[in-house]
């Protein structure tokens, strides 16, 4: 099993910054692909962002692509959200998963773990 754990989620201006991280523990031997993930209250969890294991393959949703930057150190088994330039728009609970797939992938139903979310809210 793999724990992960969000944290850096919290209160923020429009135009504002905020750094989050995720944290694995347990069996990361195998971890292919980090993805971020929001969902907004009443909507369906999208995809955010992702990154594979040597950090060379990264892919973004269009609504944050310029703004966020996904990035990880493996000796840490840690992944980090970098958001820049926040919008009300991207006020959400903000989740990490984890794939043990070869294939990067944006689908969530590929991810193998999951954490608890942290908030985020951006205030206009």
């Known amino acids: 099993q793999v724990q992960l754990v969000e944290s850096g989620g919290g209160l923020v201006q429009a135009g504002g910054s905020l750094r989050l991280s995720c944290a694995a523990s347990?069996?990361?031997?195998?971890?292919?692909?980090m993805g971020w993930f929001r969902q907004a209250p009443g909507k369906e969890r999208e995809f955010v962002a992702y990154?594979?294991?040597?950090?060379?393959?990264?892919n973004y949703a269009d609504s944050v692509k310029g703004r966020f930057t996904v990035s990880r150190v493996n000796i840490q088994n840690t992944v980090y959200l970098q958001m820049n330039s926040l919008k009300p728009e991207d006020t959400a609970v903000y989740y990490c998963?984890?794939?043990?797939?070869?294939?990067?992938?944006?689908?969530?139903?590929?991810?193998?773990?999951w954490g608890q979310g942290t908030q985020v809210t951006v205030s206009s």
């Open positions: 998963a984890a794939d043990r797939g070869r294939i990067a992938t944006s689908k969530s139903q590929m991810y193998d773990y």
């Open positions: 347990g069996r990361t031997f195998g971890i292919y692909t």
């Open positions: 990154i594979n294991w040597s950090g060379g393959n990264t």
